[in-house]
């Protein structure tokens, strides 16, 4: 606060020199007489006016108030024209000059604004600024308009200071403990003595629920609030002060009330009119609470009364005895704690108090700030977290940012020095603090369990220490000087070194500001991690070593980075992380090949092509790069450019020719190498799934159903992103449909849908080919076509286009049978084998369902089958080239039929085999021969159930109960077997025409 004489100049002027001096001296006295009167500080004098610090050497929660009731004092009572500007902020109390002065000073922005606001003001006037208008609750204000003020870039609102409102405060959602409040005074009023503990943490509102209950008091009942009773603050000085306040002639009327005589030496000795009255301690103590205990019991007489004792959750042993003796008659005692420390009784009321709910602290905001809007209003009461007095500390400003210095200040100034500097340690280390850490710091005096006893601090689940409450962490933070706080960190980062934390070491360096070994030990730790597999931690490590990597540094790290990215198959980030050496245009040119060879690798997984990584393999000397580049040539070219890399690549270099073998369909060395790498080099968490992907599938395409599940391996689990268990579970979905177990198929393709998002183009591709294959073989052939549209439109591609035409080729109708066409002739061209067996088997199907000879796309269907080493493919051809064969050529189809059971038994294929035995025992039927055990197995798809039922039915000469839907799912497949349901077996050699 700056208090100056207006015109005082002038006055000089006008008047000898001293009485100028006399009348100056009169009104400054007079002025700082105020000061002290409201407990501020006069910290210098200047000439006409003075500066006055309040909250030193130790704040209060008034500070604020009384600072605006001491200048409205001051300037009301001036025997000159004077005026008087208040501003809040934090300051810092020293010497200044190295201290020759003698004196100390304060420094800070709230000292030049206060002086600012001073000399603005008009004479008799107070003006304050918008944060002390804030802390200071029932404030009445009137806002001035923008006053350009010395040293500010922009002008700044002040308010006007017109005095306090005398209404009691609010006790916004807090009904529920008002009533019970309410009904302790009741039992009180009534002749009984009531003790209630309100307890809570530190922050929460007890002391302004207690001040709400004090002041909406019912006439008749005095309330007085006693000193706060923290430690060193004796209870005879407390209820001294407290109850002189309740009694007309103070404490001269206490003398006068009737008390034993043993009791009233010691009353005369709480008073400090007798000497100590030389008795041990513990019986002094026992008098003591004896004798206000009384005092209290004969002050009720005339009137209830009600004490609030504030601050008990570091009181003296004495008060704490005192309260826990039943109340007398009349008397609620008002325990206000952050703990209940008080026994069960008939007395005893006990009150908690919890954080607000949401919607009680966005209307508290909304009341201290109504120029919020609903939004940030909202936005603010999640950070508060109910607190009320985190509510205050978010409301001081007017551009949203916390200020919990003014607010907590007076909590931490309770402390004593070495727990409030082992407080500012637990700040500086972070959210969470080891308790043997903050000894470290401090010492092994460091009072931690009063801490942790009076609401600072909490232990988590981990035996961590932590704040208690909102926001003040960061008020403990604006305490310590700069030069602490990078001693701490420098500290803490070699005591976490010692225990091997290395990451925690490696953040307080950075924090102490010592980057370079921050760097260097967030990349140690990432080694660490990924040598022990622990992916997160080491991803983590070599992020942060990017972000403190400087110079060329930094594109080393960023490759490390992108290399970690790799490995894990997040691709996305690893194109990011290796694009970010070419910002620079001085790389070397084995560094520059490195960043292309990276940056093609991750395309390549994206389904993308990098033209400017493939245009430099002409002059490679980076043995990345050719890895990078053989993955895009074909087989024989790719081992050729694989030849004479480093050691460290030859896994990466077995998976590059595995993948190049698989497409060039020479399975079993694809087999070795994937075997090779998963045995030697199997580091990479990606190129672990993909060496499992192409082993399965070279096994699965050499017929070896049961060994390619086994080596499908475990789920990849959350060490990759989610698409790769989409993938994991289409690919064993596809398996189980060849073993016929549709069920686990049909969940796993439910899970692969859900995981999808973020997938390359490539995994969406394989997932919808899975699902689409599972819709067509279960007999959902309307939801295949929807689906395959659909898939096709997200990720096309000439496979899933030619199972799409499959589809359409099943679907009964002309309109069908014209896009089949539509998309057999999209697909001419096509150089593979596989595209072309499904389109010939397609072709093939739709012909021979209207009665042309689709004997010869079958034939071709088998053949392209085969050599694209397609099981599936290759058994569903031979069996509808064995069904087109039953009317042309029995014999042929029944050596087909012959040959198909040979080729699925015993190797897992269920599906097919169950198909070839219901083919085989409709040939032998149809030729008047018994099926001899064919009919004896477990039909796994709708479809096989169907036909199972129908032969079983000619076997016996009956006549089945099946409705047309049961047929509808398999369009034309349906259409036949409804077409055999309606004869005789005498007729399934020669079939007529069949209906649409």
């Not at 409102?165 to 009531?194: F, K, N, S, Y």
Request: net charge negative; charged share 20%; hydrophobic share 45%.
């Amino acid at each position: 606060m700056f208090f100056d004489l207006s015109r005082f100049t002038e006055y000089a002027l006008a008047h000898p020199l001293e009485d100028t001096w006399q009348a100056a001296n009169t009104a400054l006295q007079t002025a700082a007489n105020h000061v002290r009167l409201y407990g501020g500080h006069i910290d210098k004098f200047f000439g006409d006016g003075f500066l006055a610090v309040f909250g030193v050497p130790r704040s209060q929660e008034s500070d604020a108030r009384a600072a605006l009731e001491a200048a409205q004092a001051m300037v009301a009572s001036s025997t000159l024209p004077g005026r008087a500007g208040v501003a809040s902020g934090l300051v810092l109390r020293t010497p200044l000059g190295g201290g020759l002065a003698g004196d100390q000073t304060v420094l800070g922005p709230a000292v030049n604004l206060s002086q600012r606001l001073s000399q603005a003001a008009p004479p008799g006037e107070v003006w304050c600024d918008a944060t002390t208008m804030r802390l200071v609750p029932g404030v009445l204000t009137e806002a001035l308009p923008p006053q350009p003020l010395k040293g500010y870039a922009e002008p700044l609102v002040p308010f006007r200071y017109l005095g306090l409102r005398t209404d009691p405060p609010e006790a916004l959602g807090r009904e529920r403990e008002v009533q019970t409040l309410r009904l302790a005074l009741d039992a009180v009023r009534a002749g009984a003595g009531r003790r209630v503990v309100l307890y809570g943490p530190m922050g929460v509102g007890k002391s302004h629920l207690a001040q709400h209950f004090v002041e909406t008091l019912p006439e008749g009942v005095r309330g007085v609030f006693a000193p706060r009773l923290t430690t060193g603050v004796a209870l005879r000085y407390a209820l001294r002060q407290g109850l002189q306040k309740l009694l007309v002639d103070g404490l001269s009327r206490l003398r006068q009330l009737e008390l034993p005589e043993h009791l009233r030496t010691i009353l005369d000795f709480s008073i400090g009119i007798e000497e100590h009255p030389g008795l041990p301690s513990d019986e002094l103590d026992s008098l003591l609470v004896e004798t206000w205990w009384t005092l209290l019991a004969r002050i009720a007489q005339d009137n209830p009364i009600v004490v609030v004792l504030d601050d008990l959750h570091n009181a003296d042993p004495t008060v704490l005895e005192f309260t826990r003796r039943p109340a007398p008659p009349g008397v609620m005692l008002l325990l206000v704690a952050r703990q209940n420390r008080w026994e069960a009784a008939d007395d005893l009321v006990l009150l908690s108090l919890e954080p607000l709910s949401l919607e009680d602290t966005q209307q508290l905001i909304l009341r201290a700030r109504p120029d919020l809007g609903p939004a940030t209003s909202l936005h603010l009461a999640e950070a508060s977290g109910g607190y009320p007095l985190a509510v205050q500390a978010l409301s001081l400003t007017s551009n949203g940012e916390p200020e919990p210095i003014p607010l907590y200040q007076p909590r931490l100034d309770s402390l004593p020095r070495l727990a409030r500097v082992a407080l500012q340690a637990a700040a500086v280390l972070g959210s969470t603090a080891p308790p043997e850490l903050v000894r470290h710091l401090v010492g092994e005096e460091a009072d931690l369990t009063r801490l942790v006893g009076e609401g600072f601090l909490e232990a988590d689940e981990h035996g961590q220490l932590r704040f208690a409450i909102p926001w003040l962490r960061e008020a403990t933070l604006g305490q310590v000087g700069g030069q602490q706080v990078q001693n701490w960190h420098q500290q803490a980062a070699r005591w976490y070194q010692r225990q091997g934390r290395l990451a925690e070491a490696a953040a307080h360096l950075e924090a102490a500001g010592d980057t370079a070994t921050a760097y260097r030990m967030w990349r140690v730790v990432a080694q660490q991690a990924w040598n022990e597999e622990r992916y997160s931690g080491a991803i983590l490590g070599y992020l942060e070593a990017l972000r403190l990597a400087e110079g060329n540094v930094r594109w080393q790290a960023a490759l490390e980075a992108a290399e970690a990215h790799l490995a894990l198959g997040r691709y996305g980030e690893a194109l990011e992380l290796a694009s970010l050496p070419l910002e620079t245009q001085e790389l070397p040119l084995a560094l520059r090949q490195r960043v292309w060879a990276l940056r093609l690798e991750a395309s390549l997984a994206l389904g993308q092509a990098d033209p400017v990584a493939t245009s430099l393999q002409d002059e490679i000397v980076e043995p990345r790069l050719a890895l990078s580049l053989a993955r895009t040539l074909p087989a024989d070219e790719a081992c050729r450019m694989l030849e004479g890399l480093p050691a460290h690549l030859e896994g990466s270099a077995m998976l590059v020719r595995a993948r190049a073998w698989l497409r060039s369909r020479q399975l079993e060395r694809a087999q070795v190498e994937s075997e090779a790498y998963l045995s030697e080099h199997g580091h990479s968490p990606a190129e672990c799934f993909e060496a499992r992907q192409i082993l399965s599938e070279a096994l699965w395409r050499q017929f070896r159903l049961n060994d390619a599940l086994k080596a499908l391996g475990q789920p990849p689990g959350d060490v990759l992103p989610a698409w790769f268990s989409s993938l994991y579970n289409s690919s064993l979905a596809a398996l189980r449909l060849d073993m016929g177990q549709f069920e686990v198929a049909a969940a796993l393709l439910e899970e692969s849908l859900l995981l999808l998002e973020g997938a390359p183009p490539g995994a969406v591709e394989w997932v919808s080919r899975v699902r689409l294959r599972f819709l067509i073989e279960s007999g959902q052939l309307d939801d295949a076509l929807y689906f395959g549209e659909s898939a096709l439109a997200k990720a096309p591609s000439p496979s899933l286009l030619s199972l799409l035409a499959l589809a359409y080729a099943l679907a009964p109708g002309q309109q069908n049978g014209l896009m089949l066409q539509r998309l057999v002739r999209g697909l001419e061209g096509i150089d593979d084998p596989e595209v072309g067996a499904v389109c010939e088997l397609a072709l093939g199907l739709r012909k021979w369902h209207e009665n042309q000879d689709g004997a010869v796309h079958l034939r071709k269907a088998v053949l392209l089958a085969r050599r694209s080493h397609n099981p599936s493919f290759y058994f569903y051809a031979l069996l509808a080239l064995g069904l087109a064969q039953q009317t042309q050529n029995p014999k042929k189809a029944l050596a087909l039929s012959h040959h198909l059971l040979s080729q699925t038994a015993g190797r897992g294929f269920e599906v097919q085999h169950g198909y070839s035995r219901l083919l085989r025992a409709q040939l032998l039927l149809a030729e008047g021969r018994e099926p001899s055990g064919l009919l004896d197995f477990e039909a796994r798809t709708p479809l096989a159930q169907l036909w199972k039922a129908l032969l079983l039915g000619a076997v016996q000469e009956e006549k089945l109960p099946l409705l047309t839907n049961h047929f509808r799912g398999y369009g034309i497949l349906g259409i036949w077997a409804r077409w055999f349901l309606k004869r005789p077996v005498s007729s399934w050699q020669v079939r007529s025409e069949l209906p649409e």
